[in-house]
């Protein structure tokens, strides 16, 4: 009793993380050969739900009943044969009682995500590979040339029923005569693709790339050998390599909170910030995840997270169609997290939250920084002038933002959950980070790709997230109701001038994929059927406005379009199930079709009228590379809207104060006065 | 010669403003009756080309030619019968010569755009009105009410040919009691509307107004009489009068340059920063207007503006059907535009631009702070890690900021002209303000709108932006291409896996309206043909994404869309002339039809393969109101992106610094600590 049980939303302790890891170990002493990951299992949503709302009646005492604290462990374990393929491990640990409650071994027709150890094990074996070695001195490289190796997923395996642990690495040649380790080996594409079966340790295969452009054929003829980087050329992004360094005119600016942040933090998960209140965690398959979110005490969701994201790639030439990452199902997103940093990934008075990642070993290791949160400035937030008095009355919009950043390879994405004072969430991301490149002859150009830098080819391709939405509309049981705005002919009658329009509601009352629509102005209502707003009499929701982006462009008959049905419609609406989050399935890698992904939910055909409805959004960016792309690209931004609408009886940010900012300056005569002579 | 001559694209001082009423007094002493507008008539193109292009090779000298100075006078002269309708003049004056060039008199078949003395006349004219007297007199008002009048334009006119200098009264009624002059009278809606006749100074019209909702009659039986406001309630936006009054937990958050802002200014019109460097001027029909735009010595745009924007109404009941505003073109901005606030309207260091207005008899008068200057931080700008050495280089986006904000009546539009160091601009309009509410009965809801207030209906309406974009990539004559991304099916030859997808480039040759096409990933790219990227190999250009927003919903045989032709089309396509600046033509107050408009430009048929091709983009916001946009609206903010497509060699912004900001600060134990009990 004495003891005192963590939240049941918050992330496991490391602690907690290797005690799952010793119960593991305690019942298989010598097996176990590697560790993945360990992290919370999730509650039950029966019992979670049963506990937050004695929490959120302030009725929970030390004897409430509460979840049970359980952990998944996911590791690799040889197989009692010999000759077998080892075992990928899931197994849950109930860390109250400390036993084992449930193993389950992944199917072999899957592979389990991979992790970051076994891309050392693809660069070292690269490394010592003869026949990388005797395949690089083909290559005429430029003195001061050095290998480096890209790991990257094999992608979707191109034979029928063939599951093989394979990982591929792309080829890159570094400028060590720059003597800076982070000088930009990208610019540098060599043309082969060596190909690792991960079960042999071994390097089988190298792949041929060709290097033409429009017109030439799909396959190299032979091998390129020789001065494939003569035409190459350095494009650096740290300041100290870019010729002629860094713009000197940019003044300082900086967010300070003089009173602190008005946000304030319990638990290293509960956030409470301008009648806001949430639970943040982190996982390594998810990145930050959040819960139980409320507003002036109103359920508003259940949970919030970005469950996955594909980027297939569009070069028609073998082996570019297995170019396709699924960046969160791959293997995680654990440690292909960013350690943030003060003052550059975000500004102002900042809370960082640590994560807990295990090593191969399973020991458990603080991942420093892998949240920030911080509040921000956008502009004005409402706005009015009485023009009889002059008296204008203007509020700023403040935004609380929960950030989390992922290095995969070259490229990067920056993932912010963002709250605002008048009840909305917005999801943003921004890629960055660097094209993928590869080798292309020197003056020649390929319609499925641009050059950015002489040499280098970044291929077009597409980014396509899905952000998974669990509602609690005042509740557990919601409704998704497509609106539309449509327009209406004239009629004596009903429009006699031809303004009216009609505002058409459909209800969508089974599982179903549908699309954006702008040209309809089609949005998404999330209502509570069983509660009306008391001022305008329609039920109480939030609305979501899919971003209408391109869905995926593969021919529908490709791997590539197998992989990742969830890409195929805007907005998926599935009945909730404990344990499914993700969008493409579990099991993603060289998959060569989704599996237990949103296209397998909806086709069991739930009932979704006042059900416990989950919707999955969609959305993305063909990103057919310009060279303003290279060497680093600026941010894309996208966003994903989530308002009331009704739900509230007002503005909820009319209460927010229009104090003015009394540190805000008016330029003086320093800045204005460069005088140049008039004519 | 001694004389220095302001700059072409500066904005007419206040005694050049003088100079030019002046001016036209001297030659009309006596017919004039009001001034309405007093601005810089812009430079011919082909002149103003000629000086630029000189300025920008530092060729310059004090005898180069300058395009000749001119002011255009709106004014309104008596008419030689005085039975018939008062002239509207549009006089150029020669500033050089001090000489009158042009006198143009409006068409008959126009209305001259309105001037705020003539809302006054409205208001003063309805207040003496014993029909209004009368009328109201009927309605029990709460004790303590008076009436307001929210003057409008009268919208289109009914019949056939006829063209009246109407105006309309929306009429409400304030709560005295509450002794503050900004209390919300659009609380209390009177279902009345007085219309003007202005050329007689006369109340010649009482609208009645039906007050029901689904069902009932869209013309009122009778007239409403009695407690008409006894089931309204008050709905404060004032600080001071907010029940509960504002939220306390806000925390100040600030930005501070202590060295200043990084921009220069020159000339109260020359902008320069990051590498970019423009022209910004104001202008009472357009606001402010950005001119001769630069980035790192090269030609963007030769001018960029807001060019009109409609709002109609979509409640079918008469005279509801007139609810259409033309927010530029109705009277021009110049005295809806708002003096910005230090420290309300932005924040950190700023710049205020004066404009010149001038009142009924012509006097220049200085409108203070009508634009602000000022940077921003937007989060990060570009950034990439390499996950080999753990060294990240981020950098922040700081973005330049034009805004210039307005009040119509009830509402506000904030536009932004935001520019950023990786080469791209934004036009931002954030929408918010009062959303505009008509009488509805107790206990009643209709289709056309949403009841915001007890008996206040805010009905169901469209924002329509149009964005005039003049570019002037590498020089004058651009091409637009449509860059599409479609599917492509498998094909043993070309396309062997089925992940390739084709970029099919289209020119559009001829002047045209275009859409968006999100679901194709339409683009659309303004190139120089004559100029290639040296990398890519294709034309250097700027793409624009058009936002793919709902087009006007208005039967296209209503009198609604015939003012608007142009929100029928996403992108329409014209050849430059001088002079054509309005999306919707020069005089759409009142107007039956769309003259003069993109619809008519493109008529022409003109070529646009390398021509002076100018581009209108259009897009906006269906509003079908939620409960939450009232009592003022949380700011609804749209984008169109500008945005370097093989323009550069490179990411201009690859040079931004990385330096951290030094100011900001981790969470101190204070903000975190806040202990709840374990459980």
Same mark, same amino acid.
């Given at each position: 009793m004495g003891k005192i049980s963590p939240h049941p939303l918050s992330a496991l302790s490391i602690e907690e993380t290797s005690r799952a890891r010793d119960i593991v170990l305690a019942e298989s002493p010598k097996n176990v050969i590697q560790f993945r990951?360990?992290?919370? %299992?999730?509650?039950?949503?029966?019992?979670?739900?049963?506990?937050?709302?004695?929490?959120?009646?302030?009725?929970?005492?030390?004897?409430?009943?509460?979840?049970?604290?359980l952990a998944s462990v996911h590791y690799v374990q040889a197989h009692q044969s010999p000759d077998r393929r080892a075992d990928e491990f899931e197994t849950i640990v109930d860390l109250d009682k400390n036993f084992i409650i449930s193993k389950k071994i992944v199917g072999t027709e899957y592979l389990a995500g991979l992790s970051t150890w076994e891309f050392?094990?693809?660069?070292?074996?690269?490394?010592?590979?003869?026949l990388i070695q005797e395949r690089v001195a083909q290559f005429d490289l430029p003195p001061g040339f050095d290998i480096v190796i890209e790991p990257w997923?094999?992608?979707?395996?191109d034979q029928p029923g063939e599951v093989r642990r394979y990982f591929q690495g792309l080829v890159y040649a570094v400028d060590t005569r720059t003597n800076n380790p982070d000088s930009n080996f990208y610019a540098f594409p060599l043309p082969i693709i060596p190909v690792m079966?991960?079960?042999?340790?071994?390097?089988?295969?190298?792949?041929?790339?060709?290097?033409?452009?429009?017109?030439?054929?799909?396959?190299?003829?032979?091998?390129?050998?020789?001065?494939?980087?003569?035409?190459?050329?350095?494009?650096?992004?740290?300041?100290?390599?870019i010729p002629g360094g860094t713009r000197k005119d940019l003044k300082p600016l900086s967010v300070v909170q003089p009173e602190g942040p008005s946000f304030s933090i319990v638990d290293e998960s509960l956030v409470e910030w301008q009648k806001w209140r949430f639970r943040v965690s982190f996982n390594p398959r998810e990145g930050a995840v959040i819960h139980d979110v409320h507003y002036d005490g109103r359920s508003v969701l259940y949970r919030l997270s970005i469950s996955e994201m594909t980027v297939p790639y569009a070069d028609p030439r073998p082996p570019f169609h297995r170019k396709q990452a699924f960046d969160f199902g791959d293997g995680g997103i654990g440690h292909a997290v960013n350690s943030l940093t003060l003052g550059c990934d975000?500004?102002?008075?900042?809370?960082?939250?640590?994560?807990?990642?295990?090593?191969?070993?399973?020991?458990?290791?603080?991942?420093?920084?892998?949240?920030?949160?911080?509040?921000?400035?956008?502009?004005?937030?409402?706005?009015?002038?009485?023009?009889?008095?002059?008296?204008?009355?203007?509020?700023?919009?403040?935004?609380?933002?929960?950030?989390?950043?992922?290095?995969?390879?070259?490229?990067?994405?920056?993932?912010?959950y963002k709250f605002d004072q008048a009840g909305a969430i917005s999801v943003e991301t921004r890629a960055t980070g660097i094209v993928s490149v590869v080798n292309i002859d020197a003056g020649k150009t390929a319609p499925w790709g641009t050059v950015v830098n002489p040499g280098a080819l970044a291929q077009n391709h597409q980014h396509i997230f899905c952000v998974r939405i669990d509602p609690a509309i005042d509740g557990h049981k919601n409704t998704v109701v497509q609106n539309e705005s449509l327009p209406l002919p004239m009629d004596a009658r009903t429009n006699p001038y031809g303004n009216l329009y009609e505002v058409k509601e459909t209800r969508l009352t089974t599982s179903v994929g549908v699309d954006a629509c702008p040209q309809n102005n089609r949005i998404f209502k999330i209502?509570?059927?069983?509660?009306?707003?008391?001022?305008?009499?329609?039920?109480?929701?939030?609305k979501i406005n899919p971003p209408p982006t391109q869905k995926v462009l593969a021919d529908p008959g490709s791997t590539q379009a197998h992989r990742c049905q969830f890409a195929k419609h805007h907005l998926w609406l599935t009945k909730y199930r404990d344990g499914e989050l993700y969008a493409a399935g579990e099991y993603p890698l060289s998959s060569k079709r989704e599996e237990g992904g949103v296209a397998d939910m909806?086709?069991?055909?739930?009932?979704?009228? %006042?059900?416990?409805?989950?919707?999955?959004?969609?959305?993305?960016?063909?990103?057919?590379?310009?060279?303003?792309?290279?060497?680093?690209?600026?941010?894309?931004?996208?966003?994903?809207?989530?308002?009331?609408?009704?739900?509230?009886?007002?503005?909820?940010?009319?209460?927010?104060?229009?104090?003015?900012?009394?540190?805000? %300056?008016?330029t003086t005569g320093s800045c204005c006065s460069k005088e140049k002579p008039r004519l």
């Open positions: 990951m360990i992290y919370r %299992q999730e509650p039950k949503k029966a019992e979670l739900v049963d506990f937050l709302a004695l929490e959120h009646s302030g009725k929970l005492t030390s004897t409430s009943p509460r979840p049970p604290r050392d094990i693809l660069v070292e074996s690269c490394k010592t590979s003869p997923p094999y992608g979707g395996m079966d991960f079960e042999k340790r071994e390097i089988v295969r190298i792949d041929e790339l060709a290097t033409g452009g429009a017109g030439d054929d799909l396959v190299p003829a032979a091998p390129r050998t020789g001065g494939v980087l003569n035409h190459c050329v350095s494009a650096e992004y740290v300041p100290e390599l975000c500004l102002g008075v900042i809370k960082h939250f640590d994560g807990v990642l295990v090593n191969p070993e399973g020991d458990a290791e603080k991942a420093a920084r892998v949240i920030c949160l911080h509040e921000q400035d956008n502009g004005i937030g409402w706005k009015h002038t009485n023009w009889r008095t002059g008296r204008a009355v203007s509020t700023r919009r403040r935004e609380l933002v929960v950030q989390f950043i992922i290095t995969l390879a070259n490229y990067e994405y920056i993932f912010n209502q509570n059927l069983d509660k009306k707003n008391p001022i305008s009499g329609r039920p109480v929701g939030y909806i086709a069991r055909n739930d009932d979704l009228l %006042q059900e416990d409805v989950v919707l999955w959004s969609c959305f993305g960016l063909t990103h057919n590379p310009r060279v303003e792309d290279w060497p680093v690209m600026p941010v894309e931004i996208m966003e994903l809207h989530i308002s009331p609408v009704d739900f509230f009886t007002a503005n909820p940010a009319i209460d927010v104060p229009s104090g003015k900012d009394t540190t805000s %300056q008016l």
